[in-house]
């Protein structure tokens, strides 16, 4: 249901009036019932809720409202309504893209590093420790990964 017409209030010729999400779930009702009335003959709820007088009564409210609200978003996304606050660019502009995220550009940015390479030398250098550094090195965390785990334990425990 669209929120900006399902609060609307209407009104038919014989009744008060309802809400426009009132008067749609109500037009659904009566086609579900008129679908099975064609399909099983069994009209006895397409007749309680109304029938054709009813039907014919309400649905060309319940469609219009939707057709006025649809004409206004179509306007709006013909117009280009999401743009119209932005300033216009210049065609001719050239700009260079913006590869970093932060506007501080005063340590090492990511173009710097890619450009100087060390970014790559430095990984290389990780790469190559010799397995036993890189043994040692899992042990160690997977000490220390255990360790925090027990310590965790006990201060839940407490």
């Given amino acids: 249901m669209n929120s900006q017409i399902h609060n609307k209030f209407l009104k038919t010729?014989?009744?008060?009036?309802?809400?426009?999400?009132?008067y749609a779930m109500e037009v659904s009702r009566l086609k579900k019932a008129k679908a099975m009335c064609e399909d099983n003959s069994d009209c006895s709820e397409y007749q309680r809720l109304g029938g054709e007088?009813?039907?014919?009564?309400i649905e060309p409210l319940v469609s219009?409202?939707?057709?006025i609200n649809y004409a206004k978003k179509k306007v709006g996304m013909d117009t280009g309504r999401e743009n119209q606050f932005q300033k216009?660019?210049?065609?001719t502009a050239v700009n260079i893209a913006k590869v970093t995220k932060d506007s501080d550009?005063?340590?090492?940015?990511?173009?710097?590093?890619?450009?100087?390479n060390d970014q790559a030398?430095?990984?290389?250098?990780?790469?190559?420790?010799?397995n036993d550094q890189a043994l040692t090195e899992e042990i160690s965390s997977i000490r220390y990964l255990i360790e925090y785990m027990n310590n965790n334990n006990k201060k839940q425990n407490l």
């Fill in 105 to 116: 550009h005063s340590g090492p940015s990511t173009t710097n590093k890619i450009m100087s």
């Fill in 88 to 91: 216009e660019k210049d065609p």
């Fill in 53 to 57: 007088n009813r039907l014919i009564e």
């Fill in 64 to 67: 219009k409202e939707r057709e």
């Fill in 121 to 130: 030398v430095q990984t290389k250098k990780k790469n190559i420790l010799t």
């Fill in 13 to 22: 010729q014989n009744d008060d009036g309802k809400k426009h999400q009132a």
